[in-house]
């Protein structure tokens, strides 16, 4: 290897250096760059692209995040989200940035049906692609690919290719925080998928850029308003429990998430809930959106592959622990289709 930064990288994941380069390249002529990512976007999605964009700008690049709905209320507190375009609110501008952009960064996801409304925008669009993600199986056509699914967050791994590129000394306090947002909640404060040794170099480097971390753990974890508190209350009260297939499910219609005021974010974590049963080994929650919409949320212990579901069943995907989907209909029939599915999995408890 004759790249000295992978000479002495402490890091036991290297992207190979032509990767790197090339990502580089394509920064340094863009004239015009856009960051995305994935629908009704987390910690991850949002750390990564706040972060990724405060460094481009840095650099004296005129870069935008730009995302197909809002960021959730309990995120707000980030810095970087007041910037962000969101296609429901600026489509005239959201529109108009991806149409002349010459560089457009995909984080988080890892295929264009996942960013919903501006899939075709990205589409059509000339500009050249990188996607920087850490889910299985990528689908999008890219000029540049960093994946590895192995890396807890994207964030992690974001930062793991600024490093390398030489650019991780542009990181301020506030996009440092921004990293260090997206890997706590891709872990759910490093409690899960997180014995990566890489990772806790991550937080010292991070740590030496000034963030706080005991406020940030407060902020994702510990911050919650009063409906949200009730709504979380509500649905593990209104929690099933399957012994036979060791699952835990907990649904909410949209009666019930109007009668608490919901908002986007509110059920966050819910679905990790029955986990803390010891025999229950997968969860799920859904959430009515509409009449004929029932979001679909899945996680599990161990090796069982909530992915699979997800991808086979509810057009999603995700990780072997933590995925989503959508189902088309009602919420009783949304139940009723996973009751009849979950006995094709047991051979995986």
Request: contains cysteine; glycine residues 6%; negative net charge.
């Amino acid at each position: 290897m004759n790249n000295p930064l992978l000479r002495r990288s402490r890091f036991r994941r290297v992207i190979p250096s032509e990767l790197v380069d090339e990502v580089k390249r394509l920064v340094l002529t863009a004239q015009s760059i856009v960051i995305t990512c994935h629908v009704s976007p987390d910690g991850d999605a949002l750390g990564s692209t706040t972060a990724l964009c405060s460094v481009l700008r840095t650099l004296g690049k005129d870069a935008t995040v730009v995302t197909a709905d809002c960021p959730p209320r309990s995120l707000s507190f980030l810095p970087g989200v007041r910037d962000i375009i969101v296609a429901t609110r600026q489509t005239e501008k959201a529109e108009r940035l991806i149409a002349s952009a010459d560089l457009i960064f995909c984080l988080d996801f890892n295929c264009l049906k996942r960013i919903d409304r501006l899939a075709p925008l990205v589409e059509a669009s000339a500009a050249r692609r990188v996607v920087i993600d850490h889910h299985t199986a990528p689908e999008i056509e890219a000029d540049v690919l960093i994946s590895d699914p192995e890396i807890s967050s994207t964030s992690a791994l974001l930062y793991l290719f600024l490093y390398q590129a030489g650019w991780a000394r542009m990181l301020t306090r506030n996009a440092a925080a921004d990293i260090y947002t997206g890997m706590m909640t891709d872990t759910g404060g490093f409690a899960y998928n997180s014995n990566d040794p890489d990772l806790y170099l991550i937080i010292h480097d991070l740590l030496r850029k000034g963030i706080d971390k005991d406020n940030l753990y407060k902020l994702v974890m510990n911050t919650s308003s009063e409906n949200r508190l009730r709504i979380l209350g509500y649905g593990q009260y209104r929690m099933q429990v399957i012994p036979q297939h060791k699952l835990g499910i907990i649904m909410l219609s949209r009666a019930e998430l109007d009668e608490f005021d919901y908002t986007k974010g509110d059920t966050e974590g819910l679905v990790n809930t029955p986990l803390a049963i010891p025999d229950v080994t997968w969860s799920v929650f859904m959430r009515e959106d509409s009449a004929d919409l029932v979001k679909i949320s899945m996680r599990s212990k161990g090796e069982f592959p909530v992915n699979l579901i997800c991808e086979k069943h509810f057009g999603g995907g995700g990780h072997i622990n933590a995925s989503g989907g959508d189902f088309h209909g009602s919420l009783s029939d949304a139940l009723t289709f996973l009751l009849s599915i979950t006995k094709d999995y047991d051979s995986y408890l």
